[in-house]
């Protein structure tokens, strides 16, 4: 008899590298919640995996921010980890996006980004690196309602103190200096990058560096000036912060509070309330 014998597992949610998401129900007071398993049976001889592993239930247990997943509990269980948070049941971001026949507009997109970058601020200022940011470990919260978000998925996320090895994460989200071989730690610039490229897709629903192999890919990355679609009309502020964010040049590029602080960001904040 464990804790999981007291929720019935209804549907899976997704499935990734290291292990599968539920939606499970509790038998007695019906709450909703999600549980990651992610297995360590493989793993058991290699301690840095494992302790990669324990480090997503770990940063989770000490991030508490309203746009950021909550975890309830972890725990070991038949040789896999079990990390069991809320469950957000507005579905990924970038379905989202697939489905509308427009990219958002530049009101809606301010929305989005105004809480991805307050949740960043604080994973930031905890010393902690996500290093994994894309559409798809962004939740909404409300099927119905795009602005609303929460960030997932730290399976990947480490201290800025470790010297971390790239960004193993997304090609079409990683920053110039960890492809080029530039910098082989990744730094909190990395997610901001990847912030940048969301922003992008938000409002054109293209990746601004995208080549039809990785090795095209990651050329456009390092060496593709960036570029907005003809037809694309935003305010001049927008422009700038995304300049900002996409830099090459992860040295001149935006920190997170510099992005926080943009003018794009504080123009709009009337409008979105
Ligand atoms: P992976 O590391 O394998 O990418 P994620 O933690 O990103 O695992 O979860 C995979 C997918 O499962 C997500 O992209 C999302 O669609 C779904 N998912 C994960 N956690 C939740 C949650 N708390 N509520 C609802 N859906 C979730
Ligand atoms: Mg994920
Ligand atoms: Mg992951």
């Known amino acids: 008899f464990c804790l999981l ?17 539920y939606k499970l129900k ?26 990669q592993i324990l480090k997503e239930a770990q940063y989770l247990m000490t991030l508490d921010h309203e746009n950021i997943l909550k975890l309830q509990t972890a725990f070991l269980i038949n040789q896999e980890i079990a990390i069991i948070t809320e469950y957000i049941p507005g579905g990924e971001l970038g379905k989202y996006l697939e489905k509308q026949d427009e990219p958002m507009t530049e009101i809606q997109a301010c929305a989005v ?3 991805l970058v307050k949740a960043m601020v604080y994973v930031h200022s905890k010393k902690i690196l996500h290093r994994d940011l894309k559409l798809e470990n962004i939740l909404l919260q409300d099927p119905k309602n795009p602005c609303s978000v929460k960030i997932i998925d730290f399976g990947l996320a480490s201290l800025c103190s470790n010297n971390e090895y790239g960004m193993s994460g997304t090609l079409l989200y990683s920053p110039p200096e960890l492809l080029s071989g530039k910098s082989k730690k990744s730094s909190n610039k990395a997610d901001v990058w990847s912030l940048g490229i969301i922003l992008y897709i938000l ?8 080549g039809t192999t990785d090795a095209k890919t990651k050329h456009c990355i390092c060496n593709q000036k960036l570029k907005f679609p003809k037809d694309l009309k935003i305010s001049s502020e927008l422009e700038d912060l995304i300049i900002n964010m996409l830099e090459k040049d992860p040295r001149k590029r935006f920190n997170i509070n510099q992005v926080g602080l943009h003018s794009w960001l504080e123009m709009n904040k009337e409008k979105i309330k």
């Open 113 to 115: 980004m105004h809480e």
């Open 203 to 210: 409002l054109t629903k293209k990746f601004p560096f995208e």
């Open 26 to 51: 509790h038998k007695l007071n019906k709450e909703i919640v999600a549980a990651k398993f992610v297995r360590v049976s493989e793993y058991l001889h290699k301690a840095d995996t494992i302790q």
């Open 5 to 21: 014998d007291m929720y019935t597992k209804s549907c899976k949610l997704g499935s990734g590298g290291f292990g599968n998401v």
